[in-house]
DNA sequence: ACTTAATATCGTAATATTACGATGTGAATA
DNA sequence: TATTCACATCGTAATATTACGATATTAAGT
């Protein structure tokens, strides 16, 4: 009990609910809004914008990262985020693949 | 500790997040796209159709009603769960509100 | 080689979520 | 009014998430 039960699902159902899931955090679409106004950040950047634990913005980096959404690339000794366009672009596809279907309402509502 | 905290963020990035949390399930995505393909539903069709347990169901719509994409009415003794068309509208509009902004991309990336 | 700087990872406490059985509630029906 | 049906809510166990301090790790600068 406690853990999502993904198997009953389908494929792009789990696949839709696990990047949306991502995205379901305040801090990571900060993270996001601010890659998008600097064009690129550090963690440490991010650290003093936002004010969370080092360690906590490197966890959700971490996350952001795991769907591909950003990417991070060493210079020197920080490393660089930025917003990965090809995925960012196929999840707003996908996502309004879903909410472009029909919505039909009956009566009763 | 553990919890999120939302007074350092602004407000549309909360909303946004928020919205997003719920939909980022796939039992919620899949009991959404179940009441578009059939319009509407009631409870107990989605219990059958999903195979988790009535009080689990029960617990997923209210998270739905809870932002207002479904609506429940009323209907003798079941309840007729549809898409409330103008909130499904609103969110797909913030999300691409998000999404359509101009990423610009650093050559160090 | 030593220090500093930036980040990742580990361990863990606090909290939230997911799922389910049991129980309560209200409407239709026998 | 007793029963049944559909659903909500309560209580709770299992699990996941969020956040942080402490501790690696890795690259630059001294």
């Known amino acids: 009990m ?9 494929d792009k159902e789990n696949e839709l609910a696990s990047f949306l899931k991502v995205l379901g ?5 900060a993270i996001l809004q601010y890659i998008i106004d600097q064009e690129t950040c550090i963690c440490n950047d991010l650290v003093e914008e936002l004010g969370l634990a080092q360690a906590t913005i490197s966890q959700h980096l971490k996350e952001l990262k795991s769907i591909g959404i950003i990417q991070g690339s060493i210079d020197g000794k920080s490393v660089g985020y930025c917003i990965e366009e090809k995925v960012w672009k196929q999840f707003q596809e996908e996502f309004n693949t879903f909410f472009d279907q029909d919505i ?3 009566q009763c509502c």
Not at 2 to 10: C, D, R, S, V, W
Not at 25 to 29: D, F, G, Q, T, V
Request: net charge positive; glycine share 6%.
């Open 104 to 106: 039909k309402v009956k």
């Open 2 to 10: 406690g853990a999502t039960k993904t198997e009953i699902y389908k």
């Open 25 to 29: 955090h305040p801090a990571r679409i």
